[in-house]
């Protein structure tokens, strides 16, 4: 950044409130982070209009920080502005059950206000590291209370410099989220609505959440806070835990002994080390049962001769009874590999080794007590995938779920298996059965249930259908399934498969067609 540029912030805000080079661990609750090109500590709503519109002028990035509680920052720093809105602008003002505050304003300030004023309501926040303004962007919450609960009014900036009030109605808040999050608004203050209370339960209420806060979690080293997506109806903490993650390291950061939900600093640690370590965990061996299938010559037949493809005696149990019997003794076994083309097992195998990790059993029976059974019910961690999306159009749904489950299958056989759609599509109805029969039943049974719903998916479909329709020949009955299919997907824009991420689990759907 030049010289002039430099200058033009210390003149518009004072050069006692310019900072160049700032390390910005020196800001961030992590105590994580290389230095800022240009770190400014404006005021006033004036002095933050000054510093965004140089931004604007020099084309320069910024970003908005608060207390640096929810942040981790580059070892390289940050190559823009940093707008600290912390310290300056953090005045609280009460009025009858209402609070104003600033956006800098610290939410334990803001609760030590609705404290003395005997105001209930704000008890949840008291605890949580952050400013009012980082707040309302993320809804932030802890022990059953959310920002959404309390707030009555937002004063922000536009991108454009203009200064709203948008009422708590309009702001869309969820999990982490709000409209100003979406929008790229700038927080100025809040009006937060509470309610007369009683000081002394005011008082109880705030200690009992403190002594948790301190009980449980590892207030004592820098963090960012709660690390982790919070899964629906479930512990981020409780789900790392289980997985055998407690005090898992890389270099100064950790996966904490007392939370597992948090990562700390536990030492110099650096924001690679912290990305390393979100990016690793224990090796897992994925075992799919769909190579434990016996052949097709074995298949048990329904009532009207049809080979019956979704019993689970079309695999070879006695032996995923032993491979799995071996797995739990001894972390080791050999696995067999089923040739889907010539739909018969294959004379190679996969000698598995889990290394002191965990094993991923995926099928479509792999929730049957069965199988389940063979492995001490300590050990096992039950996960039911499913779709729950579906798709409208001006009201009217045009995508199902059996929709989506369909294409999946069909392009999956097509890409991977060599299989024709045709075979496919006349085994779906018995497909459906099946599940009815034999896998439906144990949902009930599972621990996490997991939502595969991609809506790029959509896309990747779109563009699958055309190709594969192309490929084959369909007659009758199946030919219409098929088109009836496509034309739910006619309003959806293909996809280019080569924008499909390569971890992405569609990849076993679609992973194959791409080139």
């Not at 800001?27 to 404006?42: E, S, Y």
């Not at 002994?257 to 090796?283: C, P, W």
């Not at 890409?415 to 009815?436: C, F, H, I, N, Q």
């Amino acid at each position: 950044m030049n010289e002039q540029i430099r200058q033009k912030f210390c003149l518009e805000l004072g050069t006692e409130q310019v900072l160049f080079d700032e390390p910005m661990k020196k800001h961030t609750t992590f105590r994580i982070g290389g230095p800022a090109d240009v770190f400014v500590m404006p005021r006033t709503i004036e002095e933050v209009s000054k510093a965004l519109e140089i931004c604007r002028q020099e084309q320069l990035p910024y970003f908005i920080l608060g207390n640096g509680s929810n942040l981790l920052v580059s070892d390289q720093g940050y190559r823009g502005v940093i707008i600290q809105l912390d310290r300056n602008m953090e005045e609280i003002t009460v009025d009858g059950t209402e609070i104003r505050a600033a956006a800098g304003a610290l939410l334990s300030s803001i609760a030590v206000a609705a404290r003395r004023a005997s105001l209930a309501g704000f008890e949840f926040a008291g605890g949580i590291p952050g400013t009012l303004g980082g707040a309302v962007v993320m809804n932030a919450g802890a022990y059953g209370g959310e920002m959404k609960d309390v707030l009555k009014e937002v004063t922000v900036m536009t991108g454009d410099g203009e200064i709203r009030v948008i009422p708590a109605s309009e702001l869309e808040m969820g999990y982490r989220t709000s409209i100003i999050k979406k929008a790229g608004y700038l927080v100025l203050g809040a009006t937060i609505s509470l309610k007369e209370g009683n000081l002394e339960e005011i008082k109880a209420l705030t200690r009992e959440l403190s002594e948790k806060r301190t009980s449980k979690q590892p207030l004592e080293f820098p963090s960012a806070g709660s690390t982790f997506k919070r899964p629906e109806g479930y512990f981020a903490g409780k789900l790392i835990q289980d997985s055998g993650l407690k005090g898992f390291t890389v270099g100064g950061a950790q996966v904490s002994e007392k939370h597992s939900g948090f990562v700390i600093n536990k030492g110099n640690a650096t924001a690679a080390d912290v990305m390393e370590l979100i990016r690793q965990g224990t090796y897992a061996h994925v075992v799919s049962l769909d190579n434990f299938f016996r052949g097709a010559e074995f298949y048990p037949r329904l009532p009207d001769g049809t080979l019956d493809y979704e019993n689970p005696d079309t695999m070879d149990l006695p032996l995923v009874r032993q491979c799995l019997h071996e797995l739990s003794e001894t972390g080791k076994t050999t696995l067999p590999i089923y040739d889907f083309a010539n739909e018969r097992r294959s004379s190679e195998t996969e000698a598995v080794d889990l290394q002191g990790g965990v094993c991923i059993v995926e099928g479509i029976h792999a929730l049957n007590p069965e199988l389940t059974g063979l492995v001490p019910a300590e050990d096992v961690y039950r996960i039911y995938a499913g779709l729950r999306e579906e798709y409208a159009i001006d009201g009217r749904r045009v995508i199902n779920t059996q929709d989506i489950r369909l294409c999946r299958r069909t392009l999956r056989d097509a890409a991977a298996r060599g299989r024709s759609p045709e075979k496919t599509l006349a085994m779906w109805d018995r497909v459906l059965d099946g599940e009815t029969r034999y896998i439906k039943g144990f949902k009930t049974t599972a621990d996490f249930l997991l939502d595969t719903s991609f809506t790029y998916e959509l896309g990747l479909i779109s563009r699958l259908l055309g190709i594969v329709r192309r490929q084959f020949t369909l007659e009758g009955h199946n030919a219409e399934l098929w088109d009836e299919t496509a034309r739910r997907f006619e309003h959806v824009v293909p996809l280019d498969l080569e924008l499909l991420p390569a971890d992405s689990m569609l990849r076993e759907f679609y992973g194959s067609a791409v080139k």
